[in-house]
Structures are given as structure tokens and as C-alpha cells.
């Protein structure tokens, strides 16, 4: 069934030539004022509307379609309301971007140019109602607030479920920032430990000569410094959960401890003769490829198969289909909400970039973007400056495709700058049709000026 797209138009012409128009692509629904506008909202739902400004009692005046504006923003905000006006209203349709609106188009509208529009709006609309229904989706089923509709993501979803209800040690493996402290978080929460403690210990963050008593803990006197006994990370997790992050820089001496601390859970404090038993669960993590360094011998193989009971592949983020979309929305609304900003939404440009960035951090990165994005955006749409993406430069590509993508959006961009974004003389310079040209703009993430 096709979408709903609301026309609201105190011209009866201008909505039947509209319905004519768009009928073909969405449910066209009509209304000639803001009361009728609003009641027609409200039982429909639609989430595009084309909103003129000028509305009876007093078309000439924009305050009625500004107060339509507000109305319908109330019912739903994450509504995405066109604002369309003559020459003479332009300022007044900038005011109504600020209020919430997601663009404007100039009248007379252009048919290639408002289809155009629309597309851009639904494609927005649907990311952010799927964002939505993720959300109900994962309610009472918590995996740390990781979100993922791909195949690899429901396949650790579907791990983790299995796996929490054991006791079996887990390692995970990922690129950095990829969920991997996420995921044993989520295996503790699942398991019958979850009342009991979660204790993390990055190991590459300790140099070696202090790892051991970390981990084991020590005795008062065992060296110098030591004025104080004082328990390991291992035994402060009694009863619940240890997170070994980046277990693969373990240094060998040590791997051997902890070897004999799964094989037995007792642990012996540095400096201590006493064998404390104790009841701990193990998770490791890394990002390292354990198996070359077992061929370095520079990682234990028993060790290895003591901890890789169950192993999860944490997946990086470029390998997640359509995941992308869904959690940078995920962090749009999470960050605006904390900074009070509501309405945001991203650029089409902006949404480009984040589908094709290759995100060599992962989701730490696409979180960390989208924060900066929020926090400096100046208005309702995050842009590719918001997000500090540039375009790509000609001595990056790697592959005959990219290289055609440059070529294009570099003429592209300097025709439309040369003819002030005006697409008819840009498509007559280029040689294509404007449908063409509207086509290759949305391909490469080019907003319309």
C-alpha cells in the first residue's frame, strides 16, 4: 500500500492538480483549512505533509499556516511537514524550518522537484519509524542497548540468549568497537548472575609488572608498595561475572595463573600461600587473531580452548547491512534528547555519508559522530560538517566505480554552483534530463540548494 502524503491548500486547483500528479506513488489525502487539516491527521496519520502557508481566514496572511504548522507538529513530531510558499513568503518559510518544519518549496512548485522532495521525506520518515519499531521490538528482551536488524546481529542476539542461561565461559571477538564489552554485559544480564557483580579489567591498559596483582590481588609485604592486603579483580567477582578485555595481551608467565584459575577456580593472592576458591564466571574479548598468535607462541592453545567455549563474532559495522541508518538514528534521539533539541533529523547528503563511510571505529565511531553532529548542529537537519565528513577526494578511490562517483559529484557540484542551484539550466549544461539530474543528486547525497 502506498504511503500517506496530506495536502493541505486552500486552492482547490492547485490540490487536484497535486492529487493528479502524486496519486500514483501515495494515498492522497486533502484538506482545505487547519481545522480540517488537523482532523484529517489526526485519523490518518500521515507521515508527509504539504502545507501551504497562506489558509483561510486570511490566505494572505502566513500566521494560520504557521499555526497548522504547530498543530500538527504537536500530534506527531517526527511528522515531515513541506512548507509551500510564494516568493514573497520565503522568510516566513525559513522561520517555519526553525519551527520544526523539514523544507520548503517556492510556488510555482516544480513536479520533478517536489517529487523529488517527497521521496527524500518517506525515505527519512521510514528510517526513523523502523527506529521506532526496533525499539518496541527489543523492549523486555535487553541486549545492552545494542541494536541491529542484520542477519549477523540477530545471530549474536540469538548467542547471547543461548549462552546466558550457562556458565560456560564466552569469548568474543571484534574490531575495535564493535559491541564487545556490550555483548558480555548482555550475557551477565541474561544469566543467573545478574545480581551479582560485573567486573571489568582491560589488560592492555596494565603494564605487565602490575597485571598479576590485578588480577590475583596480594598480600601486605609481597612487594614493595604493598602496605595493604588487597583482593584481585578475579576475586572481587565472586558470584558474578570477570570481563577480560583484550585478553590476548596477557603475557605468557600469567596466561598460565589464569589457566589454572578456570581449570580449578582457586586463586592465590601475590605473596600468598592460602588457595581461595571461588565462583566466577569468565568472558574474554579481543581484537587480536588469537590463532596466529598461537602459532607465534606467544598465546597458550590450552588457554585458548579453556576460554573459547562459546565464541561470538562481534561484526563490524560495515559488514551490518541496513544497521547503519538504525543506530545513528538510535543516537540522534538518544543525544538530542539529552541537549533538548528536538525535531532533528539528518540531511539527505549527511544520510548518504553514513551509509557509504567505511567506519574503520565502528560503532564507537558512528556514536561519537553523531554526539559532535547534535551538539553543534545549528539547525534541524545534521549536515556533512555537523557530522566532520568531507567529500571524497579523487586520491582515495580504490575501484573504476568510485572513481566515476568523484568525477560526477565534482561536475555535478560546480554546474549547480555555476547556475545557483537552479536544476533545469544545471540538466541543459550537463546534457541530461532533470529527472536524470534529480536521480544522479539523490545517488550521490546531494541536497538540493
Given at each position: 500500500?502506498?504511503?500517506?502524503?496530506?495536502?493541505?491548500?486552500?486552492?482547490?486547483?492547485?490540490?487536484?492538480?497535486?492529487?493528479?500528479?502524486?496519486?500514483?506513488?501515495?494515498?492522497?489525502?486533502?484538506?482545505?483549512?487547519?481545522?480540517?487539516?488537523?482532523?484529517?491527521?489526526?485519523?490518518?496519520?500521515?507521515?508527509?505533509?504539504?502545507?501551504?502557508?497562506?489558509?483561510?481566514?486570511?490566505?494572505?496572511?502566513?500566521?494560520?499556516?504557521?499555526?497548522?504548522?504547530?498543530?500538527?507538529?504537536?500530534?506527531?513530531?517526527?511528522?515531515?511537514?513541506?512548507?509551500?510558499?510564494?516568493?514573497?513568503?520565503?522568510?516566513?518559510?525559513?522561520?517555519?524550518?526553525?519551527?520544526?518544519?523539514?523544507?520548503?518549496?517556492?510556488?510555482?512548485?516544480?513536479?520533478?522537484?517536489?517529487?523529488?522532495?517527497?521521496?527524500?521525506?518517506?525515505?527519512?520518515?521510514?528510517?526513523?519509524?523502523?527506529?521506532?519499531?526496533?525499539?518496541?521490538?527489543?523492549?523486555?528482551?535487553?541486549?545492552?542497548?545494542?541494536?541491529?536488524?542484520?542477519?549477523?546481529?540477530?545471530?549474536?542476539?540469538?548467542?547471547?540468549?543461548?549462552?546466558?542461561?550457562?556458565?560456560?565461559?564466552?569469548?568474543?571477538?571484534?574490531?575495535?568497537?564493535?559491541?564487545?564489552?556490550?555483548?558480555?554485559?548482555?550475557?551477565?544480564?541474561?544469566?543467573?548472575?545478574?545480581?551479582?557483580?560485573?567486573?571489568?579489567?582491560?589488560?592492555?591498559?596494565?603494564?605487565?609488572?602490575?597485571?598479576?596483582?590485578?588480577?590475583?590481588?596480594?598480600?601486605?609485604?609481597?612487594?614493595?608498595?604493598?602496605?595493604?592486603?588487597?583482593?584481585?579483580?578475579?576475586?572481587?567477582?565472586?558470584?558474578?561475572?570477570?570481563?577480560?578485555?583484550?585478553?590476548?595481551?596477557?603475557?605468557?608467565?600469567?596466561?598460565?595463573?589464569?589457566?589454572?584459575?578456570?581449570?580449578?577456580?582457586?586463586?592465590?593472592?601475590?605473596?600468598?600461600?592460602?588457595?581461595?576458591?571461588?565462583?566466577?564466571?569468565v568472558i574474554a574479548a579481543t581484537n587480536a587473531d588469537l590463532k596466529k598468535a598461537m602459532a607465534a607462541a606467544t598465546f597458550r592453545e590450552d588457554l585458548f580452548y579453556r576460554l573459547a567455549v562459546v565464541q561470538i563474532v562481534m561484526p563490524a559495522l560495515r559488514e551490518r547491512e541496513n544497521d547503519i541508518?538504525?543506530?545513528?538514528?538510535?543516537?540522534?534521539?538518544?543525544?538530542?534528547?539529552?541537549?533538548?533539541?528536538?525535531?532533528?533529523?539528518?540531511?539527505?547528503?549527511?544520510i548518504h555519508a553514513l551509509s557509504s563511510h567505511p567506519w574503520p571505529g565502528n560503532v564507537r565511531e558512528l556514536e561519537n559522530k553523531v554526539r559532535r553532529a547534535v551538539i553543534m548542529a545549528e539547525g534541524k537537519r545534521l549536515t556533512l560538517q555537523d557530522l566532520e565528513f568531507t567529500p571524497e577526494s579523487k586520491a582515495n578511490v580504490t575501484t573504476l566505480k568510485e572513481a566515476r562517483e568523484a568525477v560526477e559529484r565534482e561536475m555535478v557540484e560546480r554546474v549547480l554552483r555555476k547556475h545557483s542551484g537552479k536544476i533545469t539550466s544545471a540538466a541543459i549544461?550537463?546534457?541530461?534530463?532533470?529527472?536524470?539530474?534529480?536521480?544522479?543528486?539523490?545517488?550521490?547525497?546531494?541536497?538540493?540548494?
Amino acid at each position: 500500500m502506498n504511503p500517506k502524503l496530506l495536502i493541505v491548500d486552500d486552492d482547490d486547483e492547485i490540490r487536484t492538480q497535486m492529487k493528479w500528479a502524486l496519486a500514483g506513488d501515495y494515498q492522497i489525502l486533502v484538506a482545505e483549512n487547519r481545522p480540517r487539516a488537523v482532523e484529517i491527521f489526526r485519523a490518518e496519520l500521515p507521515s508527509v505533509v504539504l502545507l501551504d502557508l497562506g489558509l483561510p481566514p486570511q490566505p494572505a496572511n502566513p500566521e494560520e499556516g504557521l499555526a497548522a504548522l504547530s498543530e500538527l507538529l504537536a500530534l506527531n513530531h517526527m511528522a515531515k511537514v513541506v512548507i509551500v510558499s510564494g516568493q514573497g513568503e520565503k522568510e516566513v518559510a525559513l522561520r517555519a524550518i526553525g519551527a520544526g518544519a523539514y523544507d520548503f518549496l517556492c510556488k510555482p512548485v516544480e513536479m520533478e522537484e517536489l517529487k523529488f522532495l517527497l521521496t527524500r521525506c518517506f525515505h527519512v520518515a521510514r528510517l526513523e519509524r523502523e527506529y521506532q519499531e526496533m525499539q518496541q521490538l527489543l523492549q523486555g528482551d535487553d541486549f545492552e542497548g545494542m541494536l541491529g536488524t542484520s542477519r549477523a546481529m540477530q545471530t549474536v542476539f540469538d548467542t547471547i540468549r543461548k549462552v546466558g542461561a550457562t556458565d560456560a565461559p564466552v569469548l568474543i571477538l571484534g574490531e575495535s568497537g564493535t559491541g564487545k564489552e556490550m555483548a558480555a554485559h548482555a550475557i551477565h544480564q541474561k544469566s543467573n548472575r545478574k545480581d551479582g557483580p560485573f567486573i571489568a579489567i582491560n589488560c592492555s591498559a596494565i603494564p605487565d609488572t602490575l597485571l598479576e596483582s590485578e588480577l590475583f590481588g596480594h598480600e601486605k609485604g609481597a612487594f614493595t608498595g604493598a602496605h595493604v592486603q588487597r583482593k584481585g579483580r578475579i576475586e572481587s567477582a565472586g558470584g558474578g561475572t570477570l570481563f577480560l578485555d583484550e585478553i590476548g595481551e596477557i603475557p605468557l608467565p600469567l596466561q598460565v595463573k589464569l589457566l589454572r584459575f578456570l581449570q580449578d577456580q582457586c586463586v592465590q593472592r601475590v605473596g600468598g600461600r592460602e588457595e581461595i576458591q571461588l565462583d566466577v564466571r569468565v568472558i574474554a574479548a579481543t581484537n587480536a587473531d588469537l590463532k596466529k598468535a598461537m602459532a607465534a607462541a606467544t598465546f597458550r592453545e590450552d588457554l585458548f580452548y579453556r576460554l573459547a567455549v562459546v565464541q561470538i563474532v562481534m561484526p563490524a559495522l560495515r559488514e551490518r547491512e541496513n544497521d547503519i541508518l538504525l543506530l545513528a538514528q538510535s543516537f540522534l534521539q538518544r543525544f538530542a534528547l539529552q541537549v533538548k533539541k528536538t525535531g532533528l533529523t539528518f540531511d539527505p547528503a549527511a544520510i548518504h555519508a553514513l551509509s557509504s563511510h567505511p567506519w574503520p571505529g565502528n560503532v564507537r565511531e558512528l556514536e561519537n559522530k553523531v554526539r559532535r553532529a547534535v551538539i553543534m548542529a545549528e539547525g534541524k537537519r545534521l549536515t556533512l560538517q555537523d557530522l566532520e565528513f568531507t567529500p571524497e577526494s579523487k586520491a582515495n578511490v580504490t575501484t573504476l566505480k568510485e572513481a566515476r562517483e568523484a568525477v560526477e559529484r565534482e561536475m555535478v557540484e560546480r554546474v549547480l554552483r555555476k547556475h545557483s542551484g537552479k536544476i533545469t539550466s544545471a540538466a541543459i549544461e550537463l546534457g541530461i534530463s532533470r529527472p536524470t539530474l534529480y536521480e544522479l543528486m539523490e545517488k550521490l547525497g546531494l541536497a538540493k540548494e
